[in-house]
């Protein structure tokens, strides 16, 4: 019994002691991407419009309005727009990728910064 406890103690002991180096380690954290605040335009002709609320047209119809959020990841994110134009609000999803600092991707389509 007591070399149990024994070997128990030293276990706990050495599990404390590489937890202790592991916290001591510096680690890399992953840049989160910015959220594509502002008025942004589409070679198709699609309108996107970030804020504090969210809307996306096409050719003059919305396609999806209402209070959005972000989910970033290290190269773009999900925006999501809790779209009230619609018979019950729903969630539409729009998978972004940056491509520079004044342009991004939805499903291949390229969105530019509005001037």
């Known amino acids: 019994m007591t070399s149990l406890l024994t070997r128990l103690c030293c276990s706990v002991t050495a599990l ?10 510096p680690c890399a954290l992953a840049q989160s991407a910015p959220a594509p605040v502002g008025i942004w335009d589409s070679d198709a002709g699609e309108t996107m419009v970030v804020g504090q609320t969210c809307k996306i047209e096409a050719n003059g119809m919305v396609g999806a309005i209402g209070s959005c959020s972000w989910n970033p990841s290290s190269d773009g994110g999900i925006l999501t727009i809790m ?3 619609a ?8 998978s972004i990728v940056w491509i520079d600092e004044s342009a ?12």
């Open 83 to 85: 779209n009230v134009n």
């Open 16 to 25: 404390a002691g590489m937890a202790a180096i592991a916290m001591s380690v």
């Open 87 to 94: 018979y019950q609000p729903a969630p539409v999803y729009f």
């Open 104 to 115: 991004f991707s939805i499903s291949g389509d390229v969105f530019h910064r509005r001037q």
